[in-house]
């Protein structure tokens, strides 16, 4: 095995950065992702604990530097903290990270923080509470607002996704703003992405990030410097505000030419992009345990790594919702 070796792909870029997803399975009931609630299909288990360490321990080898754990929803795991302690003890690998709802977020972030998380991702479209219930058939913000509480008095660094969507935009935007006058998150805004199963629902409430991030700019904010494993957000500052704000525009001119990061499904099959066709599968060399061997599967791969993600054609590749790779 050829160590020490940054995975690069046909077109000069870096992986830093894995995405693994613990589970496909999801309790909330999201309008632009699962709004009929998660549906069980016929599928492989998920990853054992033994198996997500022999992957961690295959992209370190490949110089991944961060492991994010996401689902579907990853603390429907039970055995999550022992994922997080498996994650955080590879060497080679400098942060781990959860997206989570936030569901049970206030029962389960100490026991994580324990395990070694660096990073939490929170799922919040909306501050309004039926709002959010309405968006995501639960309604737990409160809950979910306080479990955001405790994690930063941990000091665990902790972010807020938040899918733009047109229809009431500027009000929500209004609410983020003066929460982030106070507290030191740092919000993502995500363009709203078409998959398989959001046709209708993308074209009549897609909002570009771009139109956003020029109201954020005319108001003082400014653009931080990117890290070699940061996530696919541009991330901006202000001095009246102890947060920060992250804009991911997947349809903006070379969103694709940063891209330093890959996903790995629940049952082990690599994903060389969210929108691909379909994942290879990885499962027969995972559950041998040779992380060299995985390793060395992983970079004959990458070769087949496309140049974009196609979103501005249409393409939806095999990506039905979201929740099936982590987003």
Not at 219 to 237: F, H, I, K, M, S
Not at 270 to 297: N, P, V
Request: hydrophobic share 35%; net charge neutral.
């Amino acid at each position: 095995m050829r160590q020490n070796e940054i995975l690069e792909d046909g077109h000069g870029r870096r992986f830093y950065y894995l995405r693994l997803s613990v589970t496909d399975v999801c309790n909330f009931r999201c309008d632009y992702c699962l709004p009929n609630g998660y549906q069980a299909t016929p599928k492989s288990p998920d990853l054992t604990v033994a198996e997500v360490a022999t992957v961690t321990r295959a992209f370190a080898q490949l110089g991944t530097r961060k492991v994010r754990l996401s689902g579907g929803e990853p603390s429907l795991r039970k055995d999550l903290p022992e994922l997080i302690l498996s994650a955080k003890t590879t060497p080679g690998i400098r942060r781990v990270a959860v997206t989570s709802n936030g569901y049970k977020l206030p029962g389960v972030i100490d026991s994580w923080f324990q395990s070694g998380l660096d990073q939490l991702n929170i799922s919040i479209d909306s501050l309004n509470d039926a709002e959010f219930a309405r968006i995501t058939g639960h309604d737990c913000l409160p809950k979910i607002r306080s479990g955001i509480d405790r994690a930063l008095e941990l000091g665990i660094q902790t972010k807020v996704n938040a899918v733009l969507l047109s229809d009431g935009a500027q009000a929500r935007l209004q609410q983020f703003l003066t929460w982030l006058r106070t507290t030191p998150v740092t919000l993502r805004f995500i363009e709203l992405m078409q998959t398989g199963d959001n046709r209708d629902y993308f074209a009549s409430n897609h909002l570009r990030g771009s139109d956003i991030e020029q109201q954020l700019i005319q108001n003082g904010w400014q653009l931080l410097p990117r890290t070699l494993d940061a996530g696919p957000a541009r991330e901006y500052v202000h001095p009246d505000y102890a947060g920060r704000i992250g804009l991911i525009t997947p349809y903006s001119k070379d969103f694709c030419t940063t891209c330093n990061r890959l996903r790995v499904s629940a049952q082990g099959k690599l994903h060389l992009c969210l929108f691909s066709d379909t994942g290879l599968d990885l499962r027969e060399t995972i559950r041998t345990g040779d992380a060299d061997a995985l390793a060395e599967k992983v970079r004959a791969l990458i070769g087949s790594k496309e140049v974009s993600h196609y979103l501005q054609q249409g393409n939806t590749g095999g990506t039905q919702n979201l929740s099936i790779i982590g987003g």
